[in-house]
Each structure stands twice: as structure tokens, then as C-alpha cells.
């Protein structure tokens, strides 16, 4: 089952607003990844952190692996109506990688 | 270039039938897994292959479950005598290696309906 505690379930904002989604764990990961999955279609990768403390930003898109290497949070920062999708944190130990149950975004415009 | 496919795109079957999910992983991709995503969740890890073996099968729910990689290329899903909690999306992803991170691509899903 899921290990990752992802919040919030979902979000319901402005064309313009910021928005913040994070991820806890009780396992430490060697790699926190966020992917991005829309309708009928498979999850898309938007940042890979590879480092505790690590900060990588990928346009409007900012993400932080944490120090303790069990949590890390994506910021979107002047979302557009194209944001709107189920956002997924992810963690990746030695072998295999734990999904959270998604953050539902959705921008009304 | 083309990505990773998945047939069929949907699946209906009856309980206690057998059903197989194939996937093409993109050309010179090394690495494959298999996902299973229910309504609402994120995917669920369940095999993973290197080459033609499979690496990694802690994922599997139980022995109706069983996966194949022949050729180290296309691999197809088995699932015998179907249950109804076996509904779901079937993700299929590839990538180029495993001991460092490469980024894993994901195919489009087959949806697995068992009435």
C-alpha cells in the first residue's frame, strides 16, 4: 500500500494564485520525484531531486527534497488553466518506487 | 520519437477470466515496470524488469499475477481467474537504466474492468 502521506487531496484556485502540495514519509528515500498525470494518460515527470535539502525549480514549478530525506513539498507559483491535473509526489529507495494518492488540482480561470 | 505503448487501451472481462496486458516499452530501454493504479490513487509498484528477468516482483499481490520480458523488449501482464478488486488502470513504464535514477516513461494505461 501507499506509504506517502500527500496533502492536500485537492485544490480548487484562482487563475494567478500561488499553489503548495507536500509529501511526508516514514521510510527515508535516496530520491523524491513529482510527476504529473492528466486524463487517460500516464503520469509525466516534472522534477527529480536527488539530494537532502536539495531546491530545483523547473519554470513556475519549485521543489525541495528534505533534510531528513522523508519529506519534500512542490510549489507552483501564477498557475495557469493548463496547471489543472492530478499532481503525484514519489519516492524511490534501493528498489522499488512508492507513490502518494495525488493532489487534484483544478484553476478556474 | 514514439513513447511507451500499451494494448489494449481497455479491457472488460467477466470474473474468473484470464486476461493479458501488453507493453512496448521505448527501443534500447532496459528497464520496465509494471504499475497498478486504482480510482483515486496513485500507481502501486508491482514488477520490474532488466533485460529479460524480472529484478524485482515484491510488488505483485498474489500468484494470479505473473509477468513476462522474452526478448528483453515487449512485455506482457498475465492475470489468471480475475477478480473484481483486479479493476484498475495498468501502467507500463521504461527507462534506460537502474542503478542511477533515469527517468522512468509512462505509457497511457490499459483500463481493466472485471464485472
Known sequence: G???????????IQEGE???????????FNTWLWYKQEPGEGPVLLIALYKAGELTSNGRLTAQFGITRKDSFLNISASIPSDVGIYFCAG?????????????????? | GAGVSQ???NKV??????????????????????????????????IYFQGTGAADDS????DRFFAVRPEGSVSTLK???????????????SSSARDSYNEQFFGPGTRLTVL
Not at chain 1, 501507499?2 to 480548487?12: A, G
Not at chain 1, 500561488?18 to 527515508?28: A, F, L
Not at chain 2, 510488488?59 to 498474489?62: A, R, V
Not at chain 2, 492475470?79 to 513504464?93: F, P, W
Request: glycine content about 10%; aromatic content about 8%.
Open chain 2, 79 to 93: 492475470i489468471q481467474r480475475t477478480e473484481r478488486g483486479d479493476s484498475a488502470v495498468y501502467l507500463c513504464a
Open chain 1, 18 to 28: 500561488d499553489v503548495s502540495m507536500n509529501c511526508t514519509s516514514s521510510s527515508i
Open chain 1, 92 to 109: 524511490q529507495g534501493n528498489n522499488d518506487m512508492r507513490f502518494g494518492a495525488g493532489t487534484r488540482l483544478t484553476v478556474k480561470p
Open chain 2, 13 to 46: 472481462t467477466e470474473k474468473g477470466k484470464y486476461v493479458e496486458l501488453r507493453c512496448d516499452p521505448i527501443s534500447g530501454h532496459t528497464a520496465l515496470y509494471w504499475y497498478r493504479q486504482s480510482l483515486g490513487q496513485g500507481p502501486e509498484f508491482l
Open chain 2, 59 to 62: 510488488g505483485l499481490p498474489n
Open chain 1, 2 to 12: 501507499q506509504q506517502l502521506n500527500q496533502s492536500p487531496q485537492s485544490m480548487f
Open chain 2, 7 to 9: 494494448t489494449p487501451s
